[in-house]
């Protein structure tokens, strides 16, 4: 599967962005999905998953009640909600997908999954 992901830019703190990334290539629905991020100087650090069954969610608590995961399996996308930015989530965020077993399965680990998309820039200004 290939991953496409976008929506990222500049924000205020305290602002919302709406990331988005496109799946093409397989059935979507097969695929549990996640988002990780990456700021400089740092390692990929998890943010949120859902499962493959759209029914199971999971955040870091960095961004609890702050971000929200979400697909539309017709149009073979995930998406991010994150609102009340601060300028510590300034990162690229990457989405990532892998075929998932368990119908309710998350995946937090960036070694569990299979596929990335490219990566989408996210800047928060203080």
């Known amino acids: 599967v290939q991953l496409q992901a976008s929506g990222g830019g500049l924000v205020q703190a305290g602002g919302s962005l709406r990331l988005a990334c496109v799946a093409s290539g397989r059935t979507f629905s097969i695929y549990a999905m996640g988002w990780f991020r990456q700021a400089p100087g740092k390692e990929r650090e998890f943010v949120a998953a859902?499962?493959?069954?759209?029914?199971?969610?999971y955040y870091a608590d960095s961004v609890k009640g702050r971000f929200t995961v979400s697909t539309d399996n017709a149009k073979n996308t995930v998406y991010l909600q994150m609102n009340s930015l601060k300028p510590e989530d300034a990162a690229v965020y990457y989405c990532a997908a892998v075929h998932a077993a368990g119908y309710y399965r998350l995946f937090s680990g960036a070694a569990e999954y299979q596929y990335w998309g490219q990566g989408t820039q996210v800047t928060v200004s203080s």
């Open positions: 859902i499962s493959s069954s759209r029914t199971t969610t």
